[in-house]
């Protein structure tokens, strides 16, 4: 329990208490001079948090208790300080400090998010090019309840990676050797190097791996390897084209004449019309691996001939939606008639 006690001059003092690890305070009022009411609130805390109790016409002399539910976080441990604010109905604070001991297993661990930081760059009209560094940012922020220590090995990036804490590294590396529990830091130092393969696709995809441990110790405790989302080279235009000829017979020993159920053939060409490249194109009866900005490819559909392609003397697969990818992005176009030749 906590005891705060109202002074004459209307102030509250603190006059002793503890705390733990469980998830309720106890705090005790006594009013000396004059009835009181106003609320008991938990100061600004990464660690602690609760809603501010009401304490209500607390008669003087009288002396209530009250007990504050608190959300603990998880990287909460060891000895902690809860401030505490007492605030009147007539606008006067009063603040005392109670320690807790928070008791658990230790944790350790981190999270990683990062972000190109020149956003500026309008990618439209001024793209990277092979060979350009891209700067890139990262956030590392602490889940543990105890400190530790962070040492990415190896990534797309340079400067990135570190040697164990107490080695020698490169300048500009994101080890961090002592990060108290539930704190974060950024290192804005990374630069990717634009291969021709990132330009090709448009995007570049972060790879990294962390590791993580103890204080003192170089034992690795927990180790990350981390995807980070596409990273933009050029404002990204995916397109295509797909067309069909139109069919011809195929002609077979067995089956030579052209009735309902003969074999039928056509050429269907897809043609990249974006910047960047596509992969995974399918459609009726074709698929391609990749498409460069500009290529064509083409392959023949050989399929048996229905009494509506029969009547029609079309192809079944015109209107139909072929699907192609890049990266994320996922685009269809529509299988149209080639032009007449």
């Given at each position: 329990?906590?005891?705060?006690?109202?002074?004459?001059?209307?102030?509250?003092?603190?006059?002793?208490?503890?705390?733990?690890?469980?998830?309720?305070?106890?705090?005790?009022?006594?009013?000396?001079?004059?009835?009181i009411?106003?609320?008991?609130?938990?100061?600004?805390?990464?660690?602690?948090?609760?809603?501010?109790?009401?304490?209500?016409?607390?008669?003087?002399?009288?002396?209530?208790?009250?007990?504050?539910?608190?959300?603990?976080?998880?990287?909460?441990?060891?000895?902690?300080?809860?401030?505490?604010?007492?605030?009147?109905?007539n606008?006067?604070?009063?603040?005392?400090?109670?320690?807790?001991?928070?008791?658990?297993?230790?944790?350790?661990?981190?999270?990683?998010?990062?972000q190109?930081?020149?956003?500026?760059?309008?990618?439209?009209?001024?793209?990277?090019?092979?060979?350009?560094?891209?700067?890139?940012?990262?956030?590392?922020?602490?889940?543990?309840?105890?400190?530790?220590?962070?040492?990415?090995?190896?990534?797309?990036?340079?400067?990135?990676?570190?040697?164990?804490?107490?080695?020698?590294?490169?300048?500009?590396?994101?080890?961090?050797?002592n990060?108290?529990?539930?704190?974060?830091?950024?290192?804005?130092?990374?630069?990717?190097?634009?291969?021709?393969?990132?330009?090709?696709?448009?995007?570049?995809?972060?790879?990294?791996?962390?590791?993580?441990?103890?204080?003192?110790?170089?034992?690795?405790?927990?180790?990350?390897?981390?995807?980070?989302?596409?990273?933009?080279?050029?404002?990204?235009?995916?397109?295509?084209?797909?067309?069909?000829?139109?069919?011809?017979?195929?002609?077979?020993?067995?089956?030579?004449?052209?009735?309902?159920?003969?074999?039928?053939?056509?050429?269907?060409?897809?043609?990249?019309?974006?910047?960047v490249?596509?992969?995974?194109?399918?459609?009726?009866?074709?698929?391609?691996?990749?498409?460069?900005?500009g290529?064509?490819?083409?392959?023949?559909?050989?399929?048996?001939?229905?009494?509506?392609?029969?009547?029609?003397?079309?192809?079944?697969?015109?209107?139909?939606?072929?699907?192609?990818r890049?990266?994320?992005?996922?685009?269809?176009?529509e299988?149209?008639?080639?032009?007449?030749?």
């Amino acid at each position: 329990m906590i005891e705060l006690r109202l002074c004459t001059d209307g102030s509250i003092k603190f006059h002793g208490g503890s705390g733990n690890n469980n998830r309720t305070a106890g705090h005790h009022y006594q009013s000396r001079s004059k009835a009181i009411s106003g609320s008991v609130s938990v100061g600004t805390s990464t660690l602690f948090s609760a809603a501010p109790q009401q304490v209500g016409n607390l008669a003087a002399g009288a002396s209530t208790t009250i007990k504050v539910p608190l959300t603990i976080s998880s990287t909460a441990y060891g000895k902690q300080t809860l401030q505490l604010q007492f605030t009147s109905s007539n606008g006067k604070t009063s603040q005392a400090t109670v320690s807790a001991q928070i008791s658990g297993k230790e944790t350790t661990g981190i999270t990683v998010s990062g972000q190109r930081t020149n956003t500026s760059r309008d990618l439209a009209t001024n793209p990277y090019a092979v060979g350009e560094k891209v700067p890139y940012s990262f956030r590392v922020t602490s889940i543990g309840n105890i400190a530790q220590w962070i040492v990415p090995t190896e990534g797309n990036f340079a400067p990135f990676a570190a040697n164990p804490v107490g080695e020698p590294s490169p300048t500009g590396n994101c080890r961090y050797s002592n990060l108290p529990a539930g704190s974060a830091y950024t290192c804005a130092t990374p630069r990717h190097e634009v291969t021709s393969q990132d330009l090709a696709n448009g995007y570049f995809i972060p790879q990294t791996h962390w590791t993580i441990g103890r204080i003192g110790n170089n034992t690795v405790v927990n180790q990350y390897t981390i995807t980070g989302e596409e990273v933009d080279l050029v404002d990204r235009q995916p397109s295509f084209t797909a067309e069909a000829t139109s069919p011809a017979k195929v002609a077979t020993a067995a089956n030579p004449s052209e009735r309902a159920g003969d074999w039928m053939s056509y050429e269907v060409t897809v043609t990249n019309t974006g910047n960047v490249r596509l992969s995974d194109i399918e459609g009726p009866g074709f698929e391609f691996d990749a498409l460069e900005p500009g290529e064509s490819r083409s392959k023949t559909v050989r399929r048996l001939k229905t009494s509506l392609d029969a009547s029609e003397v079309k192809v079944q697969s015109l209107g139909k939606l072929a699907s192609a990818r890049n990266g994320e992005n996922s685009i269809q176009s529509e299988v149209k008639a080639a032009p007449s030749r």
